[in-house]
């Protein structure tokens, strides 16, 4: 199987994270996987607005996805759409987990996710900044979630589809994984596929699920090496 | 709520639950076609206290750039007030929107529906299909049963007549049948402590950790999932998870009329 | 006179009526008449939504006229219309003369109305619903609210108009009734008529709400006996 | 608020207003047309302190797929907030979509527009007309200012001309009179205690049990009519509103110009 | 330099500004320049809603814009659009430095601008009017607040634009100015023009304030000797 | 915060700022292009710790009634909520419509882009060009920084290609560079207390008592001016705006690449 960019199948495009990109967020992260760039920023734990929305008992975590108008080629159109509603559904979805929300009773934490440039993998990119930024902020968490997405061309299971291969696999299957926790908090699928080949393509993807993890953590790192400074 | 959700976890954790059944039971379906007139198809059903009723209706449009030659099919839901004290208190739009998509992927990614031959001029006229999923009582579980009244609908549906010259649809003369190729089940497992269950209750859903759905197509392979819910899971659940989809996808097929 | 479909001038449309067919809902009806369906289901009294609507001296009542998309042969598209908001607004009206609103003081009842199938009279279909989704709810009443529309083609006075009769006909004008406080709650009318001629639509109209009393009795009856068993 | 409309009611059941007037008077009428240039037809309505404009724009637009050979008849009210303290304060909509409805009524029923002499080319361009009614100043009765003045307005119109070559509207060349050929005219009656009043103030309003609105045509014959309020009427209370309707509407047709 | 209408560089269209013109605006007023026509109402000081505008420390002043659907030739659509939100903004920096607002903490004062009838100006008469219905409303008030129009045409200031003027000038500067305090509270321009052309611009349209400042404290004049009557 | 914007008022009546700097300096400014890919230009600016990105887009529409042979230029800004704390309570929907629309009238009026240029096919077919702001972070003068951004982003553009026969845009191939003839620049100038500062923080912003932007072109015209703030001006002080903000429009026109 010979993939379009030259990439091996089990192998993701170009990963760049940085934490710490944005002056006025209490956490922040820019997540670059090939040409998709994403950025995340959290505001809180603070008050909850409008008040009726409060939970006495735990924290009330937002999280909202947008695409800045110039992000793909046919401009997006301002304003939310029902993608993006979904998306943002499952992106809060796949961090609540990581989460200690009850610490917070009252309080609100909003995770919002830019797209700044769009080539496949935004909502996988979003999430990994979201994690990530999340962290940046100081807000205590179980584990950091990592996501990509994958699928299956020629028999074989190909990790982080770009480019003409989202027409050509059998399935498209994002995936969040928490790797110390081991354990899943987001799925969904798209596709025609048979049980047995769709396992196959999930272990592939948690694979790779543990060397984004490492790059997040470097991220990290490097932000609070240079606040130390 | 919260002391009624404490239960039901605590029947969970003994593999019971709150209103008897099984883990691996459905409640009682009922499910009719032809229920409204006006309508090129249409079902309903009957999962339990939930009901649902889906309308097929089909109009003349255009075509999108990225597919000049097939029809277009648009899935919507509405959660009407009726059906639930909570609906009318702020908009559960999120809700509505991630049901939609979900049994809009199931149908779409299984191709039940041959879009090709809902064209009827190339890049100018096509067929649009609009599934509309309208709930009248809302006791959980609201994807499976949508979905496979959804599919009931579509194999309920005659197309109407479309007159060229006065470029218009004749809808009192229904006479060719649909082109549905294949019934997509959608089934949602959850995970309620260390119990899977199916077709959970609207109690059921307000206290569980996790949901699961897959949509299973005829041949048992899969189209479609979505995980909901605010645990995590780990690998070996979703291979349970997918075993009892997958199983219980045929029971609801054959409901199919 | 001959009508399309074989009835007498004053026979309406074979009617339906069902009370208690929601589960959720504290009330419900399902009325047919002929093809036309609409189901109404109650909620209340309850309090108030938000807040500074609330009424310190009587109930807040409000309605809500909804068509299904399917219900027609051109789609309907879903959100409020200004003809729906109309329909809402003397629906309303229609219904509080039969209420005793002062009884909570606060609260808000709640009437909720949709269309699954439109074959005219959609809007006397959904007050007859509302109605007896009212009585089912086990709200107060002082009278039961009947509605029907009437007409006039030939020379005589047509009741509950349907298919191309609504194009025939001088008038079209739905009524609601009161047949124990023979008082009329709803009237609105269009077309093109003496006021003599009008006035022997009106009695037409009023003598058929009687039966549809009948009826709505009756289904209440059976509600509360299956309730029994 | 409570209290005024308690002395109104006690007023009312001695047959007396509160501003002295007799019960089927109206209050003061000052009707003028002409009132503002970019409008094909205009007109403002005083009616006591009440204070409507009522404007006509006309445009090329695309005829309903069920009435190809006809001009399109929109009429729209803006309650504009300068005109009530409680405008602003969350939206009349209701009351405004009603006032527009009605008013649109009267007029189609009664063909006071003849819209088949509004086709241009037919199943492709029409003439829209915009009836745009703007509430000045609120003091009550607005069916009857408006549907009064809505007429008035349509009696002052003037056609714009329409050049085919360039598909545009000259609003420069204003000449060929607008088809009106009836003139329906909305009178509300409202019960206050077993009182039957004509032209409601604002005041009168907040107190009524019950309003009803009957627009008669010039041949005295009735094109619409809308009940309004919370309190039922008896029939033979309805015979006497459509007495003192017919009769009041002749006298506000003479105001027309 | 001849203009289309006959007018001088300097002079502006007719001017009629009459205060009161409304009944339940606690301060109105109706402005005239040639055919353009604005009228103003006034609400307040009273209540702030939402209550969650309130400003502890002086009164909140809201100013809307709004075009009637008949007032230009192609009719208008109902709403507000991002023209009339801009101008609805720049009206009320226009107006605010004339108002003592710290002498109503919490309160709110609306002004409401309505244009009957648009050629050119609207927003420069809607402003005159405002000012007007301000001081008719009884609001304290440093000083009028006037404003013109103007731009420059072969080589020639030009007052109060007009017809094709709007489009043969090298500006189109409307200005709002307080005569008494001889400062200036509203100024945007577009255009292509040299600074020291523009600068005599300004100058011609301040000279013309001092003549519609006139007319204004005739207007009130005029009302509050009606008033006595 | 009001303790905040008196100490910045007491700093300026010496003619100092919070941060240092000296009235007439800008904070450091990069200036970034072709930083999008998807784009068909795009340009990021940093002013200080304000951040913001411009893309320009291109797509085929129909052109304007009155402008038939010439582009359509929209100008939209959107405020995300990741750029300040404040922005997700309410919307700042005024702000960002002054903002976009002092933007597009620098670059419209000043004929920046040569909309004859845009035109595909006289009255059906021309190019629109979407300039988007978008801000990523909030801290302050806003309109010099989007401003400054759009013409760098316009400078990096290149137009995509127009395929008659199939009517669609092949993104895929940009290469004519596209038509920017001019470069209108926005300084703001503020007025504290007696001072005059330009490039004004978000702090400073909040203090602030007048706000004046003036929009250069390369001659040294002035192309656009938006006065804002709630204090008035004397016409000496904006003799003085005017010299320093043509002055600086010069310094920030060189960092243009």
Known sequence: MKREDGRKPDEMRPLVIKAGVLKEANGSALVKLGKTTAIAAVYGPRETHPRHLTRPDKALLRCYYNMAPFSTNDRVRPGRSRRSTEIAKVTREALEPALFLEEFPKASIEVFIEILQADAGTRTAGINAASVALADAGIPMRDLVTSIAAGRIDKTPILDLAGKEEEETECDLPIAYMPREKKITLMQMDGDIAQKNLREVIDTAIKVCEQIYEKQKEALKERWVGEGK | ?257
Chains 1, 3, 5 share one sequence.
């Open chain 2, 1 to 257: 709520m919260i002391m009624q959700s404490e239960y039901i976890m605590n029947l969970a954790s003994k593999g019971l639950r709150i209103d008897n059944r099984k883990p691996e039971d459905f409640r009682e379906i009922k499910l009719e076609k032809g229920v409204t007139g006006n309508a090129e198809g249409s079902a309903r059903i009957r999962m339990g206290k939930t009901e649902i009723m889906v309308g097929i209706k089909m109009g003349v449009g255009v075509p999108f750039p990225d597919s000049l030659d097939k029809g277009v099919l648009i899935v919507g839901a509405e959660f009407s007030p009726i059906a639930s004290p909570s609906f009318e208190k702020g908009p559960p739009r999120e809700e509505a929107i991630e049901l939609a998509r979900v049994i809009d992927r199931g149908i779409r990614e299984s191709k039940a529906i041959d879009l090709e031959n809902l064209c009827i001029k190339k890049g100018e006229k096509v067929w649009m299909v609009f599934i509309d999923i309208h709930i009248l009582n809302h006791d959980g579980n609201l994807i499976d049963a949508a979905g496979l009244a959804s599919i009931q609908a579509l194999l309920d549906a005659k197309m109407p007549e479309y007159i060229e010259k006065e470029e218009k649809v004749n809808y009192e003369k229904r006479t060719k049948p649909f082109p549905v190729k294949f019934k997509p089940v959608p089934v949602t497992v959850v995970k309620m402590g260390e119990s899977f269950f199916i077709d959970p209750s609207l109690e059921e859903e307000n206290a569980l950790g996790a949901r699961f759905t897959i949509t299973t197509m005829d041949n048992g392979n899969i189209c479609a999932m979505q995980k909901g819910g605010v645990e995590a899971l780990k690998i070996e659940e979703i291979d349970r998870i997918f075993d009892l989809a997958v199983r219980k996808a045929g029971e609801l097929r054959k409901l199919l009329k």
